[in-house]
């Protein structure tokens, strides 16, 4: 899921996007067109329906007339495009960042695998009122959240939410799966003090759906706090000391060079055993010839 977070930002992103569909509405120059070629990783301005996109160019296809496919970077929606509908953007419009944010649905584990996703977001994601909760970073650049329904209710009275997962439990067609997590691992991950943020808002424990496991201890022994002693360069003379491998591994290593040397010293008097002492090729002697 890609959703958006309403924040300072995105009331920039709402005036640069006012902006941008007034200045690309009354340009038609030519040169605003994408010359070729055309590659993966460029960011170009997309005409819609309600106006104008920043895109994100994810692949370029080998078709003609000449399409690409493109992420929509505000609004978290892909397509196929004509490379002729493509402009060029202007740097003032990549001062704001893009607002479309990946996140993962918290312990949601869908029960059949031929479900299309257009009847999933149509039934449980038809209102524009969902919100996210985060609970925990699942990578470092994506969040896992529990998804609300936000119902709205007198200004005097706090919301009311709804947890799409318990609807989509209670439909059949997902259920809330356990999870497995490190503590000191999550706590680095989240950047804060708390491995996991149960959502108080759901209908769903939450806490109850995740099971601390004990850290992994090092290779020495020691244990998840351990910090291990800086290393520093070695010099031109200098080798690190590797561990012995048992009482003989020295003994081995001897009888290894001993033999090498060996090797050599039989391959050079082969290599040599043509040429007599005087660095000359040896003379074969000649068999006479028979009358």
């Known amino acids: 899921f890609f959703v958006t977070v309403k924040d300072a930002e995105y009331e920039r992103y709402l005036t640069m996007q006012a902006e941008l569909d007034k200045d690309y509405a009354s340009l038609n120059s030519s ?8 590659t993966s990783g460029t960011v170009a301005v997309l005409p819609h329906n309600f106006g104008y996109a920043r895109v994100l160019i994810l692949k370029v296809l080998l078709t003609w007339p000449r399409q690409a496919v493109c992420f929509m970077l505000d609004h978290g929606t892909f397509g196929v495009v004509a490379l002729s509908e493509l402009r060029k953007i202007k740097a003032k419009y990549m001062r704001v960042p893009f607002q479309a944010i990946h996140v993962s649905w918290a312990h949601a584990l869908p029960i059949y695998s031929d479900v299309p996703d257009l009847h999933i977001l149509r039934t449980f994601f038809s209102t524009d009122q969902t919100v996210a909760f985060p609970v925990r970073m699942e990578t470092c650049c994506r969040a896992s959240v529990a998804l609300l329904d936000c119902q709205p209710q007198l200004p005097s009275k706090p919301p009311v939410y709804s947890d799409t997962l318990a609807l989509a439990c209670r ?6 799966a ?3 997590i490190f503590p000191n691992r999550q706590t ?9 943020y149960p959502c108080p808002y759901s209908d769903i424990a939450y806490g109850q759906l995740v099971e ?3 850290e992994e201890p090092y290779e020495n022994g020691d244990g998840p706090n351990h910090q291990s002693q800086p ?3 070695l010099g031109p003379n200098q080798s690190q000391n590797r561990p012995k491998r048992g009482g003989n591994f020295k003994r081995s290593q001897q009888a290894a060079g001993q033999t090498n040397n060996n090797n050599s ?6 290599k040599n ?5 005087h660095g000359q090729p040896k003379r074969q002697p000649v068999a006479a010839a028979k009358s």
């Open 31 to 38: 040169r605003m067109q994408l010359y070729e070629p055309v």
């Open 171 to 176: 439909s059949g067609l997902y259920i809330a």
């Open 178 to 180: 356990p999870l497995g």
């Open 188 to 196: 680095w991950l989240n950047r804060t003090d708390t491995p996991y």
């Open 212 to 214: 601390y496991y004990p």
């Open 231 to 233: 290393t520093h360069p």
């Open 265 to 270: 010293n039989n391959r050079r008097f082969r």
């Open 273 to 277: 055993s043509h040429k007599n002492g």
